[in-house]
């Protein structure tokens, strides 16, 4: 639905807040805060209700809330004194006082959109453990046929649903299917400590949860350096991988790359995250965040250095970013020979259109669609998303259509 209050408009099925057709940045507990208040404006919401619709069964204290409700109040032109849009009952919560006209949402026929903000899918996080001794976090959320994405490093199983960054991709991808997900060693929830961080190590995390899943055939999906472990663990276990899907990745890393200059480049970021990662430094922030996600309010800039010092140590970040020099699945992927579907912006600032065009000149079956964007990582409200949410679905449904149920559940 979409909710219009003075010159800002509220829709809540695609997670966006709007003035003039203009979308604005709204982190998402602030975007939770003021739909859970438009819905029920009809009454007093209490402080309690808040808090648990917002962060569920996680403890936070009052002065969270506190927090976004201040922001929130920037947001729609209030403040602690001035309270036209969002009020305070002493002693008993808060209700939305502004007046607000209900229009219809966008047709899901004309446009395909991440779930709406107040929609919150019970994720389940466990653990296990790799024959190296190593513990690795997975989560599934979700119901239906399985997709498992393939691990990468800026990621936390716990966070990600808060974070801006990564929120709208795990309920796009959650919607009518159990995605699986996991972290890497020595990012998230998983060991940070392991002895072993190298990209057969990875390939070998991936090939234990599944195992621990008991997933016998399924679709199997990797993001920018997932890719590369997707395709190792594809050539590995043919009989295990339905239908592929790659976003934005690369078979070869930095130090595969032409020219001295380019080689410098790389050797300069990893100097970079070693200096710069965890610490709240404006240039390394405005840096390393604009090359994954250029188009983007600076705003988001800040959740990425956020989500980036929840991930993982500088120690860690470097050690894998070694791992990432050198990362090089050429021949591998030359070796594939199933349905595959690989997505990639036109003006990847990260990661260079061409590497997914070489992936689909060397995997037979495959198919290359390319994104209008610049962001390695695509916003909620960019088109490119929603395209690239389309077609995920198109391609899987495909699969799940032909598969028999024996090749896309669990085994008992």
């Known amino acids: 639905m979409r909710f219009a209050f003075g010159d800002l408009v509220l829709d809540t099925d695609r997670f966006l807040l709007e003035r003039g057709g203009e979308a604005l940045h709204v982190q998402p507990q602030v975007f939770d805060v003021i739909s859970h208040l438009v819905l029920n404006r009809e009454r007093v919401v209490p402080k309690t209700e808040l808090l648990d619709t917002i962060w569920g069964d996680r403890f936070v204290s009052e002065s969270t809330l506190t927090s976004r409700i201040k922001v929130a109040r920037q947001v729609v032109g209030d403040d602690g004194i001035h309270q036209s849009h969002i009020k305070t009952v002493h002693g008993r919560g808060y209700r939305w006082v502004a007046d607000v006209t209900v229009e219809p949402g966008r047709s899901a026929s004309t446009q395909r959109s991440p779930a709406p903000a107040v929609r919150r899918l019970e994720q389940q996080i466990r653990f296990c453990t790799t024959a190296d001794g190593v513990r690795v976090a997975y989560a599934t959320a979700g119901v239906g046929p399985p997709l498992v994405r393939a691990a990468h490093w800026i990621t936390r199983l716990d966070y990600d649903w808060e974070s801006p960054v990564w929120r709208h991709w795990m309920e796009g991808l959650s919607r009518d299917r159990m995605l699986v997900r996991y972290d890497e060693r020595g990012c998230g929830l998983s060991d940070h400590d392991p002895a072993e961080i190298s990209f057969e190590a990875f390939v070998r995390d991936l090939e234990t949860v599944v195992d621990e899943l008991g997933l016998e055939r399924f679709p199997l999906l990797g993001v920018s350096q997932g890719g590369a472990v997707a395709v190792a663990y594809a050539q590995r276990h043919p009989e295990r991988v339905s239908r592929l899907v790659l976003v934005g990745a690369y078979m070869t890393g930095g130090r595969h790359v032409r020219t001295p200059q380019e080689r410098a480049e790389y050797e300069m970021q990893r100097e970079l995250i070693r200096l710069g990662w965890g610490r709240d430094s404006h240039s390394f922030r405005l840096f390393f965040s604009s090359t994954f996600m250029p188009d983007v309010p600076p705003q988001l800039w800040s959740d990425f250095a956020e989500l980036m010092r929840r991930t993982t140590s500088a120690e860690n970040a470097v050690r894998i970013f070694d791992v990432l020099l050198d990362l090089d699945v050429r021949d591998v992927a030359a070796q594939l ?30 198919r290359l669609v390319p994104l209008d964007s610049r962001n390695h990582l695509m916003r909620a409200d960019e088109p490119a998303w929603a395209h690239a949410l389309r077609e995920i679905d198109a391609f899987l449904a495909e699969g799940e259509s032909t598969e028999s149920p024996r090749e896309v559940h669990v085994l008992s």
């Not at 579907?341 to 495959?366: K, T, W």
């Open 337 to 366: 020979t199933l349905p595959t579907l690989i997505l990639h912006a036109r003006e990847d600032a990260r990661i260079p259109f061409s590497q997914s065009v070489a992936y689909a000149s060397r995997i037979r079956g495959s």
